[in-house]
């Protein structure tokens, strides 16, 4: 018999399989010895209680044989020879899981990718974080894998609809992440552990006959008819294809200042912006699970928070438990934070983006920018020009060499200036300085009261142990590359199709990846290739 169960038990027992097979046997009040083995089908923490409990949905087998959990096989095709290719500005999840869906179709992948290969990249950040020297072309944003591979590896989405997450989550397993992703409420690669799987996926697609060239930034694009033809590189070369697949990420702003110089049409595009909190780890555990320690079964907590302030969505973003604050600008003299944590998430803080809801109506009416920008306001690239502005406060607010600006959670809720500032993980080092004066008014006030109020839901969390670093803004993209819903084709150039999170169609690896599939699938039904259908 095989049959589904849910079982409740203690997160000291959900790490013992005899355990939890004697919980499956009392569960059918059958003896131990009937039940042949289990798969895991989810896995998550309901801490609502005042024990912590792990709940498993289990497929039990009872009097007949276990089978192992089936990761399905993807017959990649060798695409040498193939008759048809397509090129991809960009090797972060969407440009990669674009080419491995090519592959699937018998069709050539073209990868050109502005920065480095994993391994090259670890010696720029270790530059970034040491001794605050950014190389704009290799750092946290851009080289292989994307913004992703150095910054946490989160697989959770919302985004069922868009595609197949499991083909994702999947495909993660084959190229060497742990079977848990599978079955986690809360799936995490961790950033020590992604590139290696990043470099199999890259080396996969190389063996298949696809290309992938690294340090090959796209300067222009070569259009004939409203067509797009090729691409050209700054070192001149150029790589023509049947189409163009543009996946370059939220913070590729040539691509955008590109596209807006020829004529192609993009759009302003609300995003978020705000800082990032870092508590100790130990004070979200306690909070959370409700103990004095976390103790030795659980998983160091995460929280999700969302608050309403004076109509505007104050809330956390990709929150980091055991993680690290990094550095993620990708222009000089400007600050970026974000967050990532590694497999184990063992390091001694928990942070999170802590963001406000940015309309094009709140941009406009800035006076600071008006003065600066003047008429360029008027162009679909104005809410890039002010998330530019932020950062470059942030960075002169610090003092330079990626020195983050930051303050005390109270000090910066009670506009007082904080005499010192607790340990922080951002490698780089922060300042004491007025966030007040880095952020707008409408972003510090919807931050200040989100704070308080956020220290009714979680007890501790508004806190002066608690430090807040400046600025936390590549949320999203402030730019949309438009596209046609049926086809996904630029409405105005042929063969051109806007990709993942830099053309504002994903947020987050999973979503970013499917949408590199559904793009492919778009494509083939062009090309005449119908192996798969939107």
Do not use: M
């Given at each position: 018999m095989q049959q589904t169960i849910t079982l409740r038990i203690k997160p000291e027992e959900a790490e013992n399989g005899s355990v939890i097979q004697q919980h499956i046997a009392d569960h059918f009040s059958t003896d131990l010895n009937s039940v042949k083995g289990y798969t895991i089908l989810k896995s998550s923490i309901d801490a609502r209680g005042k024990q912590p409990l792990v709940q498993l949905s289990l497929l039990v087998y009872i009097n007949e044989p276990a089978q192992e959990r089936i990761i399905p096989v993807v017959n990649y095709k060798d695409v040498h020879n193939a008759a048809q290719s397509v090129l991809i500005v960009g090797?972060?999840?969407?440009?990669?899981?674009?080419?491995?869906?090519?592959?699937?179709?018998?069709?050539?992948?073209?990868?050109?990718?502005?920065?480095?290969?994993?391994?090259?990249r670890r010696r720029?950040?270790?530059a970034i974080n040491k001794q605050g020297i950014m190389n704009p072309e290799s750092n946290y944003c851009f080289g292989e894998g994307g913004a992703g591979t150095y910054s946490d590896g989160k697989l959770y989405t919302r985004s069922n609809k868009r595609g197949d997450i499991n083909k994702i989550l999947n495909t993660f397993v084959r190229f060497g992440a742990d079977e848990?992703?599978?079955?986690?409420?809360?799936?995490?690669?961790?950033?020590?552990?992604?590139?290696?799987?990043?470099?199999?996926?890259?080396?996969?697609?190389?063996?298949?006959?696809?290309?992938?060239?690294?340090?090959?930034?796209?300067?222009?694009?070569?259009?004939?008819?409203e067509t797009i033809k090729a691409a050209r590189t700054s070192d001149g070369d150029e790589f023509s294809a049947d189409a163009v697949i543009l996946a370059t990420g939220h913070s590729a702003r040539d691509i955008f200042h590109l596209l807006h110089n020829k004529n192609i049409l993009i759009e302003a595009k609300p995003f978020a912006l705000g800082v990032r909190a870092e508590h100790p780890q130990s004070l979200i555990d306690q909070s959370q699970y409700k103990c004095a320690t976390r103790g030795e079964w659980l998983p160091p907590a995460a929280?999700?928070?969302?608050?309403?302030?004076?109509?505007?969505?104050?809330?956390?973003?990709c929150m980091c438990p055991g993680g690290i604050i990094a550095p993620a600008a990708t222009d000089a003299n400007e600050i970026v934070v974000n967050g990532w944590s590694p497999s184990k998430r063992n390091n001694p803080h928990a942070n999170s983006g802590i963001v406000v809801q940015v309309e094009e109506k709140d941009v406009r009416t800035l006076p600071e920018l008006k003065k600066i920008y003047g008429d360029k306001l008027n162009s679909p690239l104005f809410m890039?020009?002010?998330?530019?502005?932020?950062?470059?406060?942030?960075f002169t607010a610090g003092g330079g060499k990626l020195v983050a600006p930051a303050m005390r959670m109270v000090d910066f809720c009670t506009n007082k200036l904080s005499q010192s500032l607790p340990d922080c993980s951002y490698l780089p080092g922060i300042h004491a300085a007025p966030l007040w004066e880095v952020l707008p008014p409408f972003v510090t006030m919807a931050l200040q009261k989100g704070f308080q109020l956020f220290g009714n839901k979680i007890k501790g969390y508004y806190s002066n142990e608690a430090v807040v670093v400046a600025t936390e803004s590549r949320t999203s993209s402030p730019v949309r590359i438009p596209r046609n819903n049926d086809t996904l084709q630029h409405p105005q150039i042929k063969n051109l199709y806007p990709c993942g999170e830099g053309a504002g169609y994903a947020g987050g690896i999973v979503s970013a990846a499917m949408d590199g599939e559904r793009v492919v699938a778009a494509i083939c039904l062009k090309l005449g290739n119908r192996g798969v259908g939107l």
């Open positions: 090797a972060g999840p969407a440009g990669l899981f674009a080419a491995l869906q090519l592959l699937e179709l018998g069709i050539k992948p073209i990868i050109l990718e502005r920065g480095k290969d994993v391994r090259e720029d950040l270790a848990k992703i599978l079955y986690q409420a809360h799936p995490h690669i961790g950033t020590n552990k992604l590139p290696k799987i990043i470099s199999a996926l890259r080396e996969h697609i190389i063996v298949s006959g696809g290309e992938v060239h690294f340090n090959k930034k796209v300067t222009d694009l070569v259009l004939k008819n929280y999700s928070l969302v608050q309403q302030v004076n109509n505007r969505g104050v809330f956390s973003f890039l020009y002010f998330q530019q502005w932020v950062e470059t406060l942030a």
